[in-house]
């Protein structure tokens, strides 16, 4: 670089400077100034030797960052700080301990959350998960956590040029998969749109830039359709001294995109391609009444689809959204969404969160918001202690996609509750004890099931009894994590008592055979059964799953240890002449699940053969009889090579005992696929997982999942069930080793 240059980038970096405390001024207060110029200074030294992929120094990156958050989101000083100092304690020397000495713990605290949340997102690894849990978990701390973050992705969103393609990929699939979501129920439609037709431009470049030479195309004669819809309103408004402005919008490139996609519709059969927003200005005492009375103006002229109403004025969204949408007719036969709203309304559309904050603080008889109820909400997700990572990143986003219905108590109280509720979430919602007795519900004065799914409008009254219990098909129709929750808890309360009786019974069946409950017998009887965990194995014999009796079989095992040499057999005629000698009768064949006691044998490694499967003996040199699949990869050579060696082997009855299998999972992601795959192995069947790892790319969904089934007809119940899932294209089995 040219003496000239890095002078020149010296400039432009002070000019970057400058605009950002020009648009912060406003919301300074005291010494601020000085406080985000100390930021600044430390965050140019810490960084000065770095520069990004792009060639610019790296200070520009901070810069924009904190720009993004005053200009964008409207955050003030503790922000600008946080974003200036974002990169340094992950990428250079400094310690948080530096930035508290500093900055003080507020700063300290949101930095140490932005350091902990990088690398969130590294797909395939339940690490991922667990991490994705941290970061929400900064939400309660601090929300501006999340906003940094934010305004810290679309920098790298709107920088993502520069980077090699296959990061770009993952970069803008991260960015759909979860900040997009974020962004919208934070609230910062501006961010999210743009967010979005990011995605789009990295994931689907062709189709990206066919959408947005037709949007330029059509512009001459949209602005032309505009002019001539707008103009009898613009008259009538004037006419009555209403103050507005009108604009006509395109919508955002991937929100037609994905109309034509998820329609199959070409550019020109999308018909809402853009809004007509009405925006008054208006004080907050009359704000209700004019957006109506401009409804009524236009419906005057348009006539309306009534099945097209949305009144967010007089209930906003969740995220503090206050709209009042109508689509209507216009004279050249298509249909306009128009959006009618005032000033404030449409500032708190376009960013969110702190615009919400700005006016809240002036209205101090406005009820809780609901974003506050919602993270109130994710407080409770992460509150659930049994919950895995992965349920929580399936709820979380959940929580983050869903549209809201809003439903009536008997005696007309409001509730919010997300898409796809039922009753039963309603009677979570009202009380947990009024869900944990709830046996049915009348809707709009109706009988229905618990699991009938509720619509907007639904005046609801619950109906219990003292009798009701939670059971685990109830997991399956309830969505809200309040529900979730309880009813968890209560299954697991209903787990430990099956296990307690279930205890007492094995104790006394050890007793009747003079063997004591201690660790030693403990292990054996899990290694019989196949189970991991002791809770599991009370539970199962507390629920009468395990026969007692089988209980008592292990005091062989016990009396005589594996390796006596009786029980160890080195070859066909050994085998032959012991089982003769035991069972009085001459067979050539192995009976898995019977002959335990006589000879020793066990499942191969190599396949994990599980009853049902065509399996074969095959007679080691120290380890006993060893069980293959037919179709073990190792077969071939085993029977072609030792053919000698090999006992016909058969499966004799024995539901209770789990084995071991695996089984690969294919198809489309979309939001609830974990839960529905885990709801179906462990509520609907009640299989345990031995473990599930999930890797989703580019909304291709691929998992693996080991778990104990029963037999080759349970595992086959089991993949035709999770075939049935929308979404999924193929389930294998595979070879668990
Ligand atoms: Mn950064």
Known sequence: MTEFEIEQEKKGIIRQYRKLLRHAKPFLKDDDAKVIKRAFNMSQEAHKNMRRISGEPYISHPLAVAQICVEEIGLGTTSIISALLHDVVEDTELEIEDIERHFGKKVARIIDGLTKISGVFDYGTSQQAENFRKMILTLSDDVRVILVKLADRLHNMRTLDSMPEHKQIRVSSETIYLYAPLAHRLGLYAIKSELEDLY????????????????????????????????????????????????????????????????????EKVYDLFAIRIILDLPPEMEKAGCWQVYSVVTDYYQPNPDRLRDWVSTPKSNGYESLHTTVMSKTGTWVEVQIRTKRMDEIAEKGYAAHWKYKESDQSSPESGLEVWIRKVREMLGREDATAIEFVDDFKHSLFNEEIFVFTPKGELKKLPGGASALDFAFEIHSEVGARCIGAKVNLKLVPINYKLKTGDQVEILTSN???PNDGWLSFVVTSKALTRIKDELKEQKKSAAADGKEIVM??????????????????????????????????????????????????????????QQSVSDIESFQRKIKEVTGEKRDQLLIGEDMDIVQYSLAPCCNPIPGDDVFGFVSTHEGIKIHRISCPNATELLSKHGHRVVKAKWTSQSEVSFLAGLKIRGTDRVGMMNDVTRIISSELKVNMRSVSIESDNGIFDGSIQLYVHDTKHLDVLTKKLENIEGVEEVARFDVH
């Not at 330029?216 to 103050?243: D, M, Y």
């Not at 063997?515 to 539970?539: H, I, M, P, T």
């Open 200 to 267: 789009l431009k990295y994931s689907e470049p062709v189709k990206y830039d066919e959408t947005v030479d037709k949007i330029n195309v059509s512009k001459a004669p949209r602005e032309r359709f505009v002019r001539n819809f707008i103009s009898p309103i613009q008259k009538e408004l004037n006419k009555r001294n209403i103050k507005f402005t009108i604009k006509g919008r395109p919508k955002s490139i991937y929100s037609i995109w994905n109309k034509m996609t998820s329609q199959e519709i070409s550019f």
């Open 467 to 469: 009798k009701q219990k």
């Open 508 to 565: 006394r069946k050890l007793k009747q055979v003079k063997l004591d409950l201690n660790s030693e017998n403990l292990d054996k009887l899990l290694d019989r059964f196949n189970l991991k965990s002791a809770l599991d194995f009370y539970f199962l014999v507390g629920k009468g799953k395990i026969d007692p009796k089988e209980i008592k079989k292990i005091k062989i095992s016990v009396d005589t240890p594996r390796k006596l040499p």
